[in-house]
């Protein structure tokens, strides 16, 4: 199983996501968009135990790397030192800072199939993008728990959606496999289970239903 | 341990209420009410009210200081704050000398929470552009930092005219116009605030308020990093006061509903359903219920974070004039006195 996880992005959702990575026991490096400083306060108080350092640093040692970055910075990811690497793609289209999604994204594909094409050599699955940071660090509970929320993960194949899977049952939600990177629409904003946080027969419904809007 | 002193206060947008018809009111009469609503939480002894910035059809107010200055001349203790002034896309000269003329006519009463804004439409409104987001704000404190000094300014930067011993007036009696900055849950802006030695006031709208208190722990380090004054921390929630907590979840649910909707179709969230209200109501931001029911969440929620000052969002979406104003009755009456007791305030 993974034991490194490389987090990009070291806002709500990354530091988040590094807290609950620590909980669950993986080694967990974060990085944000330049010097290491500029997030060490941040990841020391509030994610105690992640190491705060550079892109690439955080991205070698990884066996799961976790993009929480804008999506519009899609394009500024090293391409080379992501080769070969399992990437979660847990970045949502916002128009408030992304800004007019055709000025950066391809027409007609899921913004995972955009970050796949971008990063040829990467294998990369969508997950962890469908509910919000807060509800991801109130949620989170031990396998077997009362009550415990789902997570949808899409992906094109299926040993890294089984890895993919088990990450999430780690941090301590239910893992729910959903088809294909092109499904994963449904789990971006306008899609059917985006800001869903229920549990994993609901989900299964809300999947189920059409999508309002699609990109 | 040393007894704290707590302040407590009431904030809206403006947002279109129903009049006894059932009809909605237009913008005028919106921004009448809630200087009626002021006046009224004045009168019954509430501390702050602030008045959030908002470019958007369904909130009145787009000028917070106008609304507070017509506030301040028919009150007497209330401080009187914005909550936000998006400062990103505003001047900060000018917003310095607007509040420093509303703490002018108000005797002091003037407070600034500065804030990047969670809502967009004024950067094209004002000719900005949302990927200067970050950079607008973090240069425009800087310089606002330079102009609470109130001694001539000299400064130089990217998002406006540069300043050369520039004065600006009118200086504040006290010398000391009162700042915070609205900080939405990034941890960006908390170092922020403690790095420039401002406090902070923290708009915590969804989850559990006990997940702030790190950021509370965040703040205090990154003022000892930084060498700046650690001050209190705010808090600002939405929230909906009635008789019983039945009446109130009856009530309130469809309100917030259609608000959250609303703002969620831009955002592609999925509709707000009554589990979700309910968790919200039970351990999440919304203080939704019987007097005694709020009081305790209030309490335990400023515990948690460490906050010595909390505002309820009142009024949130399309309510009824008559229950605004229950709303403001009960929280200035029996929720602060029961809230303060809980908390031991020192006398």
């Known amino acids: ?215 | 341990m040393t007894k704290k002193k707590y302040t407590f206060g009431l904030d809206t947008f403006g947002d279109l209420a129903l009049d006894e018809q059932g009809n909605a009111i237009n913008y005028a009469q919106a921004l009448r009410l809630v200087v009626d609503e002021a006046v009224l939480a004045d009168k019954l002894g509430v501390d702050a009210i602030a008045l959030g910035e908002h470019h958007r059809d369904e909130f009145a107010i787009s000028s917070p200081e106008m609304v507070l200055a017509a506030i301040a001349s028919k009150t007497n203790n209330i401080k009187l704050a914005s909550g936000v002034t998006v400062l990103s896309s505003d001047d900060p000269v000018r917003v310095f000398e607007r509040f420093s003329t509303l703490d002018a006519v108000s005797n002091g009463r003037a407070q600034v929470i500065l804030g990047r804004g969670s809502f967009t439409e004024s950067f094209p409104l004002f000719g900005y552009n949302l990927r200067d987001y970050n950079e607008l704000f973090e240069e425009k404190v800087e310089l606002f930092v330079e102009l609470l000094k109130e001694k001539p300014v000299t400064w130089q930067g990217t998002t406006r005219a540069a300043l050369e011993a520039a004065d600006v007036f009118p200086k504040t009696e006290s010398g000391h116009l009162e700042t915070m900055i609205g900080v939405g849950g990034s941890p960006e802006s908390v170092i922020r605030a403690a790095r420039h030695g401002l406090p902070m006031m923290l708009a915590i709208i969804g989850g559990s308020p006990e997940r702030f208190r790190p950021y509370a722990e965040l703040y205090e380090q990154a003022t000892k990093e930084a060498g700046t004054k650690q001050h209190p921390i705010g808090m600002h929630s939405p929230g909906y006061i009635a008789e019983t907590d039945e009446e109130a979840i009856t009530e309130a649910f469809p309100f917030f509903k259609a608000s959250m909707d609303k703002i969620g179709k831009t955002r592609g969230w999925t509709p707000m359903s009554r589990e979700h209200f309910l968790s919200e109501v039970s351990h999440g931001s919304m203080y939704v219920g019987s007097p005694e029911t709020v009081a305790q969440k209030i309490a335990k929620a400023m515990k948690a974070v460490g906050a010595t000052r909390f505002d309820i969002v009142y009024g949130f979406g399309v309510v009824p004039i008559e229950k605004r104003r229950r709303t403001i009755e009960l929280y200035a009456t029996k929720v602060i006195p029961r809230v303060r007791k809980l908390l031991g305030e020192a006398k």
């Open chain 1, 1 to 215: 199983m993974a034991q490194t996880i490389g987090i990009l992005g070291a806002g709500k959702l990354g530091i988040t996501l590094a807290e609950l990575a620590v909980k669950a026991g993986y080694a967990v490096m974060i990085a944000g968009s330049g010097d290491p400083e500029k997030i060490r306060l941040s990841v020391t108080v509030l994610a105690p135990g992640a190491v705060p350092t550079t892109q690439n640093e955080a991205i070698e040692p990884a066996d799961l790397v976790v993009l929480a970055i804008p999506l519009r910075n899609y394009k500024q990811l090293p391409v080379g030192a992501l080769a070969s690497k399992l990437v979660i793609d847990a970045a949502n289209y916002w128009w408030e800072t992304d800004g007019d999604r055709k000025d950066f994204m391809p027409k007609g594909m899921s913004t995972s199939e955009a970050i796949q094409q971008f990063l040829p050599e990467s294998r990369v699955v969508k997950a962890l993008s469908h509910m919000s940071y807060h509800d991801l660090h109130d949620e989170a509970r031990a396998k077997g728990a009362n009550g415990r929320k789902a997570i949808a993960v899409a992906g094109d194949n299926e040993t890294d959606i089984a890895a993919v899977s088990e990450f999430i049952d780690m941090l301590g939600f239910d893992p729910l496999p959903m088809g294909t990177l092109k499904n994963g629409q449904k789990l971006e904003p306008g899609g059917s289970v985006f800001g869903a946080n229920v549990d994993s027969a609901t989900l299964q419904e809300l999947l189920l239903l059409p999508a309002e809007q699609s990109a």
